[in-house]
């Protein structure tokens, strides 16, 4: 995998952490921004798009835990992985970080190569859930285009030929859909 040019936002209201950790990230080469509490985090996640969020829970403005509702409402911000780094950690915590949308959750203090080797993982599977979007909205396309063909045109010969191609794109469809959840 690649790290060069992937962006992590980094939303903690402990400077130190987020210091190091921004320091740890750009030396594998990624792009870092950093947020100070969960209402500003929220912002720059539209704002940037960032491919991997890490986010504290406790924090002024608004928590973690509400911060990542509001991500993972957003059509826009839903499919960006979210990973919590808190000292929070018991059950509940926990329970309550996967309840809200979050997609890891690494208790504090951090093992600096479990948090690079959980990142490369959403990493690799944001590209994966990407790729498959991708392959939705260009299979959505083709079946619209066929169909408008079908209604619009004298091709009894083609038609079955048509049917088939629409056929396999509802396969393609499904396949990349289930794959995707």
Known sequence: MSTESKLILLVDDDSALTLLLANMLREKGLRVEKASNGQEGVKKAKELSPDVIFMDVNMPVMNGFDA????????????????????????????????????????????????????????????????????????????????????????????????????????IIKYCRQNNE
């Open 68 to 171: 990542c509702r509001q991500i993972k409402q957003d059509p826009d911000t839903a499919i960006i992985p979210l990973i919590f780094i808190t000292s929070m950690g018991n059950d509940n915590d926990r329970i309550n970080g996967f309840d809200c949308g979050g997609d890891d959750y690494i208790i504090k203090p951090v093992n600096h190569q479990e948090v690079f080797v959980r990142l490369k993982h959403y990493l690799n599977k944001k590209s994966e859930k990407v790729i498959a979007e991708e392959i939705n909205h260009e299979a959505d396309r083709f079946r619209q285009a066929m169909a408008e063909l079908l209604e619009d045109s004298d091709f009894d010969k083609k038609k079955d030929a048509v049917d088939k191609a629409i056929l396999h794109m509802d396969n």
